[in-house]
């Protein structure tokens, strides 16, 4: 158990358009999910911290009105890249941590979404 | 400040010959100590949780450990396939956010 999915896996698109990327617990429920992003041959940088049917908690230099979070369900969180730029082309990467039964403090990541802004 | 430092930053092996992986962590108050191993294009997958000094835990060719202050993954006579970065990360206590090394490139040559 402990699948996280995320769709789609890879997006192109033109500069000023918005991009809904959607993170799914397929086997577990989970209250919190979380948004990184990863550039080549570096470690995952922490965006946001997702809780389901509250507002996310965004970390420091984080654009709330560009990476907009919406956790609306117990398996499901998405985030959108409102007006994109190629500077935010990135590997973006979702976790999840079970609500409850199991271990509740490890986060189960999702496959990655590869993000290109032409 | 939270802080967690792997070492090497890059390895290469030849199959068959063990090695260790080093994690050092200060934070404020442990709660567990987590170690992923990612493939280029992927997301990270889970390898092991530890909590406590003392604790091991143990998946086929691997083993992790746990210090006050560090976290060793043991690779026993590596195969190709294990190939990959492998990424430790420590949850403070009280924690929300896991706060994540940089990370240990892993060549295993045939």
């Known amino acids: 158990g402990a699948v996280v999915s995320q769709h789609p896996s890879r997006v192109i698109c033109k500069s000023g358009t918005s991009v809904k990327i959607e993170c799914r617990s397929l086997?577990?429920?989970?209250?919190?999910m979380f948004w990184y992003r990863q550039f080549p041959k570096q470690s995952l940088m922490l965006m946001a911290t997702s809780n389901e049917g509250s507002k996310a908690t965004y970390e420091q230099g984080v654009e709330k009105d560009k990476f907009l979070i919406n956790h609306a369900s117990l398996t499901l969180s998405t985030l959108t890249v409102t007006s994109a730029h190629p500077e935010d082309s990135s590997f973006y990467i979702c976790s999840a941590r079970r609500s409850s039964g199991g271990n509740t403090d490890t986060q189960y990541f999702g496959p990655g979404t590869r993000l290109t802004v032409l | 400040e939270d802080q967690v430092t792997q070492s090497p930053e890059a390895l290469r092996l030849q199959e068959g010959e063990s090695s260790s992986l080093n994690c050092s962590y200060t934070?404020?108050?442990?709660?567990?100590l987590f170690w992923y191993r990612q493939d280029p294009g992927k997301g990270p997958e889970f390898l092991f949780t530890l909590y406590s000094a003392g604790e091991e835990k143990e998946k086929e060719r691997l083993k992790a450990t746990l210090t006050k202050k560090e976290s060793f993954l043991h690779i026993t006579a590596p195969k190709p396939e294990d190939s990959a970065t492998y990424l430790c990360a420590a949850a403070p206590s009280g924690f929300q956010k896991l706060v994540f090394g940089t990370g240990t490139r892993l060549l295993v040559s045939p």
């Open positions: 086997d577990f429920q989970a209250t919190t």
């Open positions: 934070v404020s108050g442990l709660r567990g």
